[in-house]
């Protein structure tokens, strides 16, 4: 049975790229009926805090990335904490330091710095051969100094399922740390330990844990434990092609949740994030994912981040979900930002929401979008006169709007529409629409003056309109 697996460490929010190697260790476990692991990497106790895990967590839920076993749910291979997983690595550290294969090293800060600044001088690699390598104590219960490994040197090579045959030389990595004590592992022996127990077979992940990967088979060869298939997919990049930062419009994955964006819009943005299906389209929803997904699929090169891309995604998203769905969300936001006059006129809310439905890229615009609907913004009178008329018949056009609007009983959209067509077969298009839209909308581009019309109600219209009146008598 396939086994992927997420392995973030607790200390910062969950961002895109850990997002993007989780959806695509989703995507091939579930495309081979395997099984998605969740791991917590927590062994910086220092820098780890519950609330990053908690956001993890949550994180992976909205996007509906549903983890098979993990530290919430147990699993048959718990516990999954490294923080809990303590004795497990001890053990195995304790293995090596038997055999001879990784040994205490007792130099110090000031050694190690002085060593390292004699090799950048000298131009040859920063890399610590320690002369400790034999004489290790037994007695393993004493207070040593970090642990290194014992490096054989040699050509370390592993076919990787995206980049195909790579190789390193073993002894430029020198004798790395594998634990600062019995106690204490770090990465790259806890992920070795972690990944055999819980027997993962596909290790997919970011292009930055390459370097790791040959410590990582080396610490395998010397317990003899199998190694698993690797793969390393490509970072995502700014557009300017630098690393995505905040700058290049990257947050937390729970602050485009904020922002209004769906979360099945967010997986489809991602998964386009280096990987394309076999036929040339873009929207992709997660069945389709799932039976599509393949690692050969998946490029060599950096994946360009691109905002514009989200916000197309999203808004086709957004036309698709049903009418309750579409109002649940609009309302967090109007709810939040109009708390007082939500309460007294929700159906007004609602009718304006359902104003902006195809121009929304995100609920968090639709506060915005409907804020002349709610408050007329202030505007020039000059902005009343369409190029090509003058102030004395925009002047007439509106008191010929607001005496057509004080006899009608009851607006719809097509009463309004129809009101306003008569008049602009006969003064132009222009010189009535103009005016209209600006006197009930306060902007130049707004959605058309029958449908902000049949929102605002007669009353209302006509205040708009008295007052635009007025603006011209000034």
């Known amino acids: 049975m396939i086994r992927t697996r997420i392995a973030p460490s607790p200390t910062g929010y969950l961002h895109l790229g850990t997002a993007r190697t989780a959806l695509f260790n989703y995507l091939w476990a579930k495309k081979n009926q395997g099984k998605f692991i969740l791991r917590i990497e927590d062994t910086d106790q220092q820098r780890s805090k519950k609330e990053f895990e908690e956001d993890i967590l949550l994180s992976l839920k909205w996007l509906g990335l ?43 800060k000031e050694e190690l710095a002085q060593e390292r600044e004699k090799q950048k001088l000298a131009n ?65 022996f806890s992920v070795v330990i972690d990944d055999w127990s819980m027997k993962i077979n596909y290790v997919i992940r970011g292009e930055d844990h390459l370097s790791n990967t040959p410590k990582q088979i080396l610490v395998q060869q010397a317990l003899n434990i199998p190694q698993p298939n690797y793969a ?70 950096g994946a360009i981040f691109n905002l514009e891309k989200l916000d197309y995604l999203n808004h086709y998203y957004i036309q698709k979900l049903p009418v309750d769905e579409y109002w649940q969300h609009c309302q967090l936001y109007l709810k939040d930002v109009y708390p007082a006059k939500f309460n007294q006129n929700e159906d007004f ?90 006197a009930l909308s306060g902007q130049k581009s707004s959605p058309p003056p029958e449908e902000i019309a049949i929102i605002l109600g007669k009353e209302e219209c006509l205040n708009r309109l008295k007052w635009a009146q007025k603006k011209l008598e000034i």
Not at 77 to 102: D, H, V
Not at 160 to 174: E, M, N, P, T, Y
Not at 234 to 261: N, T
């Open 66 to 108: 549903n983890w098979d076993e993990g530290p919430d749910i147990g699993g048959e291979f718990a516990p999954y904490r490294q923080s809990e997983r303590t004795n497990i690595y001890r053990q195995y550290l304790e293995q090596l330091l038997r055999e001879g294969k990784a040994f205490f090293c007792y130099h110090t």
């Open 124 to 188: 040859r690699p920063q890399i610590h051969i320690c002369s400790h390598k034999n004489d290790s104590p037994k007695n393993f219960g004493e207070k040593q100094g970090v642990i290194r490994f014992n490096n054989p040197g040699g050509t370390i090579e592993f076919n990787d399922l995206i980049r195909g045959k790579v190789r390193f030389d073993a002894s430029l990595l020198g004798d790395f740390v594998l634990a600062k004590s019995l106690d204490s592992p770090l990465y790259n």
């Open 232 to 301: 390393h997919i490509p970072l995502i990049l700014g557009p300017d092609k630098s690393k995505l930062s905040k700058r290049h419009g990257a947050m937390p994955v729970l602050e485009y949740r904020q922002m209004g964006y769906l979360p099945q819009a967010v997986i489809n943005f991602l998964v386009l994030l280096g990987w394309h299906p076999q036929e040339e389209k873009e929207v992709l929803e997660m069945a389709d994912l799932i039976q599509e997904f393949s690692l050969e699929k998946i490029q060599k090169s």
């Open 349 to 438: 809310f609602k009718k304006a929401s359902f104003l902006f439905r195809e121009r929304l890229k995100k609920f968090s615009e639709i506060s915005g979008l409907i804020s002349f609907l709610v408050e007329l913004p202030d505007y020039q009178a000059e902005d009343l006169i369409w190029k090509k008329s003058s102030v004395g018949e925009t002047k007439k056009i509106l008191l010929l709007v607001i005496d057509k609007l004080e006899n009608q009983n009851i607006l719809t959209s097509e009463t309004v529409k129809s009101e306003l067509k008569n008049l602009a077969d006969q003064f132009g298009i222009g010189n009535v629409f103009w005016p209209i839209r600006v």
